[in-house]
């Protein structure tokens, strides 16, 4: 499994987990795996814009690549509490 598809499913077991019921009524529309996959896509793009902006500010790709998913990670995959 690369990365990327990984993004995915680090973002299912969290919302399985943390928001059952978003799970259960995107599972209900028939869109939980369009909605994972946009996540995962999201995350990607903003992460790739990330990693080539530290790269310019001298940060080795790790450092890069870190950087990136602590800043992104929660806006699509590892979504913030709130009150379920």
Do not use: C, F, N
Not at 18 to 29: D, T
Request: proline residues 5%.
């Amino acid at each position: 499994m690369s990365t990327h598809q990984a993004y995915g499913k680090i973002a299912e077991a969290h919302w399985r987990e943390h928001y059952p019921r978003m799970v259960r009524e995107l599972e209900a529309k028939g869109i939980l795996q369009e909605a994972l996959q946009e996540a995962q896509d999201r995350t990607i793009d903003e992460m790739e814009r990330l990693i080539r902006v530290g790269l310019k500010q001298g940060l080795t790709p790790q450092q890069a690549r870190d950087q990136a998913w602590e800043l992104v990670r929660e806006h699509y995959i590892v979504l913030p509490p709130q009150a379920e």
